[in-house]
């Protein structure tokens, strides 16, 4: 249209925004321009405060805005570290409210295709961890795709000398999904995994 | 999670754009925290930045960061106005690179359920435009559904006494659509509306 800068710097800006492409990005921009000032203001602090008030928790790595967060505050935790590649995978282990554990989030997975190895990722403070919190089993709940269960493994076999026990998320058909449509690995892992009811 | 508030209250305001869930909004959110704070400074500034330079054309209520937009102040236009709903309906007809005349912007459309009358949209402009540009033909641009319908009844109304030729874009079936999953709607107008080859 009539090349206005400002807007398409904007435009780019929320084009940067995981999965919004160009034709999202201008619904939205467009959309912030009928609001008004005060709100648009508010938007834009509210960015920047967040970005300047929430880090990472010293102990797991999760996102907090106190040195230590929310859950690994907790206290009478058993002594269960649940092993993710990212903040948002927290939150949705949170959801089930019967892990009265902690968290690791890793930051990535071991990638070598991306280059990133396992001292690119939060793998040492998990180690430190086991040592200093008494931690008895390690869940490891990265991604079921090749990167996250490559990363199970490496953490299984480093974590193993320690005498931890070390877990991974049970694989199966998923609740609710039709037998018809599960692609066969998930259904030959759900068979080799079958259990007596 | 562990209840962040300013964590929150982005993922709220990432809610509020158009099409946007808690969910995606989160990933957003996610995804800024994992941006430099000056990326995430950027983008705060880009937003204020467009609400700040960005207001309507003082013609025809297109977005412009002048006082008459770009496409308004291009010389040797054609006297043909084209009525357009948003700014975006704009940037889309813009694309068409063979029409060479003004557009205007309603910011709305006629909604009695909405309480949107003649007077709530950008319409009266329209009228003083017609005299003081000569214009010959207006497009009435808004979308094929009840209330653009209605509202370019209303326009052909209004602007009919003053000798001006109101048209009314062409409906019929989108080009590369297939016309088993046409519409009976769309197809009824495109075989009304048939032309000789």
Known sequence: MNQIDCLER???KFS?????????A????YFLLTQSADDVQDFAAAMIDAKQ???????????????VCSICARPNKEPVVCVVKE???VTALEKVRDFNGSFH?????INPLENKGPNDINIKSLLTR??????????????PDVEGEATAIYIANLLK????????????????????YTDAVTLSRALSNRKQI
Do not use: W
């Open 105 to 109: 989030v890793l930051h990535g997975v």
């Open 130 to 143: 086991i040592g200093e919190e008494g931690i008895k089993e390690v869940i490891v709940a990265t991604n």
């Open 87 to 89: 903040p948002k995978d």
């Open 10 to 12: 904007l435009v780019n």
């Open 161 to 180: 000398p320690l005498g931890v026990t070390v877990t991974r998320l049970a694989q199966g058909v998923s609740m609710g999904s039709e037998l018809e």
């Open 16 to 24: 940067s925004l995981p999965g919004v492409g160009k034709k999202t």
């Open 53 to 67: 008030t929430i880090h990472y928790c010293k102990v797991c790595g999760n996102f907090t805005d106190k040195e």
């Open 26 to 29: 201008q619904r939205y921009a």
